[in-house]
């Protein structure tokens, strides 16, 4: 295993700062490159050095990653134009995209992030045919009835919940027993009765259409959800959200109900890590002929930015 | 800024050099970072802070330990002898690459404490800025372990968790025995050499550090006290993995390591 800082200009006076790590034998040709995008602020480390973790397990399974850290975040200057936090974070994965397949000679990418970094991956991959793989940890969730029937179980279940409802703390009890509850009832104030977390800001049948669209073009997608995101609590939820997409085999959904928004415990990050791990060497495994077929990509000092004084 | 990988070939440290941008000081300066949820939360500001030194015409490198960060090494690998190290190694490479003789060495928390002990043997670092730094490792320890237990209470699934010294974590970064007995061996007792200027840096509901500080001036001559005007709360259970800090930081550093006021 190998790593290398690598610095990529990304438009808008901004240098990039990421990490390129390779597997011993060098980047083999026939498999994709992971991107690791930031989660929300974090640096490109990840939370509690996650994505390093991850990237070397990744080179040890061979395959290479760069994890990356986006404009104003961790390493990378800020932009100096106006594009807004979405878009600059499309055309700077982007930029790191033409940058690999410039120095390297990599011509497929598997998109990874939580969060924040979850909603980017998904929007790179719909506008760049590269994107053969999407890796979305915590992203937009979109609720379905039996998640919402599953979600009111469990809540009803919970002491915490009666006392906030009978204090007027939570949503149903703001409106039985809470200040605002003439203005609930009249319509002027909108006390959402949905949890708030985490529901997903497209409309559904857009980001249906998105993703049959990734599907048609043969892109793989895991989805990882947690127990920080209530609205989503079965595995197979996603499927049922998006009846009309027709995933066949090209969607895994993963859950882990004891896990936080960023994996803080460290049995749940490796389990994270080793879940995805072999989700790549599954899904992108029958490349390897390819790669058996013609030598893998050599790490010449020339072809990245090395940078040793 | 220029990330670049500098040590021993078989166990690199990630740095980041920041060049002057103004006329160049004699001075360098290397920023310590402190360690677990407390160098993701101080990364930025750690960039800005170098940056803003940069332009203040002071060459800076920032780096990580063996076993954080980008540098390599797994986590479980690390321990307070190897970071101690890795700083005159740091240092080495900062005199080497701005082509300095003497440098001043920020550090935070952990970092700071560090930094001390490095200091220690070396005669080139001409000023020690020991920001919030961890003065009693037992101390430290302990109120680390109090705020995993509580946040651990707040999880699914983890009632029936209960802190096992020896095979832990904190807040997502392994916690060894080895390593969990040299922190709690740490108690600031280094006497810095003579000639070096002290700065002891700290931020507001740190005031616990008169004693220590009096004691250290006692055999100290140039020991100097700073109260920073904003809130170092690193033990607030909502804040341990944000990786913003407060704003005013960087202004005062900035002022105290240029000798102009904030």
Not at chain 1, 247 to 255: K, T
Not at chain 1, 281 to 298: G, K, Q, V, Y
Not at chain 2, 36 to 61: C, D, K, M, W
């Amino acid at each position: 295993m190998s790593e290398r800082a690598l610095t990529i200009a990304a438009g808008g006076g901004a240098t990039l700062v990421g990490i390129l790590s390779a597997p011993a034998s060098g980047i083999p040709r026939g498999l994709p490159v992971a991107i690791i995008l930031n989660a929300g602020l974090i640096h490109r480390v990840g939370p509690h050095r996650l994505h390093v973790r991850l990237a070397r397990r990744l080179a040890e399974a061979g395959i290479a990653s760069l994890r990356l850290d986006l404009s104003g975040r961790g390493d990378s200057d800020a932009r100096g134009d106006d594009l807004s936090f979405a878009q600059s974070g499309i055309v700077e994965v982007r930029a790191a995209i033409d940058h690999l397949e410039q120095s390297i000679g990599a011509r497929r990418f598997v998109l990874l992030g939580i969060c924040s970094g979850a909603d980017t991956s998904g929007q790179v991959a719909c506008l760049d045919p590269r994107v053969t793989g999407v890796v979305a940890i915590e992203g937009a969730t979109y609720p379905t009835r039996k998640a919402m029937r599953r979600y009111y179980v469990r809540r009803l279940g919970r002491l915490d919940s009666w006392v906030n409802t009978l204090t007027g703390r939570n949503a149903i009890g703001r409106r039985l027993f809470g200040r605002c509850r003439k203005a609930a009832l009249s319509g002027e104030a909108a006390v959402p009765l949905a949890p708030a977390r985490a529901v997903g800001d497209e409309p559904r049948r857009a980001v249906g259409a998105a993703l049959q669209m990734l599907v048609d073009r043969g892109v793989h997608i895991m989805t990882v959800f947690t127990g920080s995101t209530p609205v989503y609590n079965y595995v197979g939820q996603v499927a049922d959200a998006f009846p009309e997409v027709r995933f066949g085999d090209q969607l895994r959904e993963m859950y882990y109900p004891r896990a936080n928004h960023t994996f803080t415990r460290m049995p749940e990050q490796a389990v994270l890590i080793g879940d995805v791990v072999a989700w790549m060497r599954e899904r992108f495994d029958a490349t390897l002929e390819a790669r058996d077929a013609a030598p893998d990509w050599p790490m010449a000092e020339e072809l990245t930015e090395v940078v040793h004084l | 800024m220029l990330p670049l990988y500098f040590g021993p070939a078989d166990a690199p440290l990630f740095g980041a050099f920041h060049a002057p941008e103004a006329a160049a000081r004699s001075i360098g300066v290397l920023l310590c970072q402190p360690l677990g949820h407390e160098y993701i939360r101080a990364h930025r500001t750690f960039n800005q802070l170098a940056a803003s030194l940069a332009r203040a015409g002071f060459p800076v490198l920032r780096f990580d330990y063996f076993g954080t960060g980008d540098s390599s090494g797994a986590d479980e690998q690390a321990s307070v002898a190897r970071w101690t190290a890795d700083v005159h190694t740091a240092i080495d490479e900062l005199k080497d690459t701005a082509s300095v003789e003497r440098v001043a060495v920020l550090g935070l928390r952990l970092g700071a404490t560090i930094a001390l002990a490095a200091a220690e043997t070396r005669a080139d670092i001409a000023r020690l800025v020991l920001w919030d730094p961890v003065i009693d490792g037992r101390a430290y320890l302990a109120e680390l372990e109090r705020l995993q237990r509580q946040w651990l209470k707040s999880r699914p699934g983890s009632r029936w968790f209960t802190f096992r010294p020896g095979v832990e974590e904190i807040f997502g970064f392994p916690m060894p025995g080895p390593l969990r007995r040299e922190i709690e061996s740490l108690a600031l007792s280094a006497a810095p050499r003579r000639g070096m200027r002290v700065d002891v840096v700290g931020s507001l509901g740190h005031e616990g550090y008169a004693p220590w500080v009096s004691a250290l001036q006692a055999r100290h001559a140039a020991v100097h006290w700073h109260e920073l005007p904003v809130r170092g709360d690193w033990t607030e259970p909502d804040q341990v993995h944000v990786g913003v800090m407060p704003a005013g930081v960087l202004q005062h550093l900035s002022a105290l390591m240029s000798g102009r006021p904030a």
